[in-house]
């Protein structure tokens, strides 16, 4: 999705040589219809974009679906960067770009997501009260199934993978978004913020996510 016509033909070009199949549009509008009508695997969303610009377009898209979105734009900015991210972007590149560094990007999203992998094996954890499952993307918390962005899921799937250890906001950045990420981190905080305000009460189960302070975060379980 981009007002560009020769950057959505490059990208065209090469998805479709890679074997995926592509669907194009030039404006907001037209690319969150497209969207709605035939949901696809994954999103390109380039930010500046006609009729509905690029976040606008992406907060409609996460009001009802978790798909991986990558963020097309043309300001190397930390601004954008953050905000991308912190509506629930899973990725980011800033143009021009080389095709191959797109082509990465698609495939490490898609991987990370469950749906670029081969292995067809459920990657799921589990504590009293809480399920979450990494290959479906699913929340089951209290007995209710609970609607969350993935890169949430994900923030609280490798948290919970890894109970009773503490992680700066750094290394989260690293794992789960997949990148060195340079400027502000505020983002992780935002993230795991929501994520605890649909875990309310979680400690009555015997697990809550603690801030460390001046450290980071962790999945802290009462009893393993």
Request: no cysteine.
């Amino acid at each position: 999705m981009d007002d560009d016509a020769n950057i959505l033909r490059l990208v065209e070009l090469y998805l479709t040589k890679e074997g995926y199949a592509v669907e194009t549009a030039a404006d907001g509008a037209k690319a969150l219809k497209q969207f709605r009508d035939n949901p696809p695997s994954l999103v390109l969303l380039d930010v500046l974009l006609p009729s509905m610009d690029g976040w606008q377009v992406l907060r409609e898209i996460r009001k009802s679906a978790n798909i991986p979105i990558i963020m097309l734009t043309a300001k190397d900015e930390t601004f954008d960067k953050v905000l991308g991210l912190e509506l629930g972007a899973d990725d980011y590149i800033v143009k021009p770009f080389e095709p191959k560094e797109m082509l990465a990007r698609v495939k490490a999203v898609l991987r990370r997501s469950g749906l670029g992998a081969n292995d067809a094996s459920s990657k799921e954890v589990s504590f009293p009260g809480l399920t979450v499952n990494l290959t479906r993307y699913t929340v089951s918390f209290a007995g209710n199934t609970i609607e969350m962005p993935p890169k949430e899921l994900e923030v609280l799937y490798f948290l919970a993978e890894h109970p009773n250890q503490v992680f700066t906001r750094e290394q989260l950045i690293e794992q789960v978004w997949g990148y060195e990420f340079f400027g502000e981190n505020r983002t992780v905080d935002v993230h795991v913020m929501r994520v605890r305000e649909k875990l309310q009460d979680s400690e009555r189960f015997g697990w809550t996510i603690k801030t460390v302070w001046r450290v980071g975060y962790k999945f802290e379980v009462k009893q393993l």
